[in-house]
């Protein structure tokens, strides 16, 4: 069962809008929530990060908000540019218990497109 | 500084027939994973290693192999594959970090690697 849901396969923004992505989790143990963005033909780059003790972090025109009791987070990007456009990966990090190895748990992305 | 390279890049391979996929770190961490990606799902993690000489199952271990010899080698083996491992596979990397750290426990990927199974 997946423990990290991203329900909206696709998302279609107009340049300079914002963009809302959102992810579900259902495992509390999460100590850490990452962002990765793909582009075809190449690995996921790390976007941003989240820990599971904040609720807001930022960074440049990216945006992200945990809310724990919902355990929902989202990704904003505020504008939107055309070279957002991606599938974006949502993971839970789950730590080893007196390890400093975190696993991620990964949903199965949101295809962004972002138009002129 | 290559970061995380993946060989090969492609491969077609016949029902039964083994392989081995490599990939290299040049960032000198401690930590490595492979993952596989199916169209439509998430990356699964298939077997990681904490250092030179250990490796460890991750969610979808059945079918494959790793080996970790050297700190920036590790090796995914397929000894006889099937067309259910037809994917593509992404190796990862990363620095052993604390909960406490601050840092962002980013895993660093690499380009991927495209397995047909015929």
């Known amino acids: 069962d997946q423990q990290v849901k991203q329900n909206s396969p696709s998302l279609s923004v107009q340049e300079g809008r914002i963009s809302i992505l959102n992810c579900d989790y259902t495992?509390?143990?999460?100590?850490?929530f990452l962002w990765y963005k793909k582009y075809p033909a190449e690995g996921p780059t790390f976007l941003i990060s989240i820990s599971s003790i904040k609720d807001k972090n930022e960074d440049g025109r990216f945006t992200v908000f945990l809310n724990k009791s919902a355990k929902h987070l989202s990704l904003h990007i505020v504008p939107s540019q055309p070279g957002d456009s991606a599938v974006y990966f949502c993971a839970g990090r789950l730590a080893d218990r007196g390890s400093t190895l975190g696993r991620l748990y990964f949903g199965r992305g949101t295809q962004l497109t972002v138009w002129p | 500084n290559a970061g995380v390279t993946q060989t090969p890049k492609f491969r077609v391979l016949k029902t039964g027939q083994s392989m081995t996929l490599l990939c290299a770190q040049d960032?000198?961490?401690?930590?490595m994973y492979w993952y596989r990606q199916d169209p439509g799902m998430g990356l699964r993690l298939i077997h990681y290693s904490v250092g030179e000489g250990t490796t460890a199952k991750g969610e979808v271990p059945d079918g494959y192999n790793v080996s970790r010899l050297k700190k920036q080698n590790f090796l995914l083996g397929l000894e006889s594959a099937a067309p259910s491992q037809t994917s593509v596979y992404f190796c990862a990397s990363s620095y052993p970090t604390p909960q406490t750290s601050g840092r962002t426990h980013e895993q660093y990927f690499g380009p991927g690697t495209r397995l047909t199974v015929t």
């Open positions: 960032m000198n961490h401690e930590y």
């Open positions: 495992n509390s143990m999460f100590d850490y």
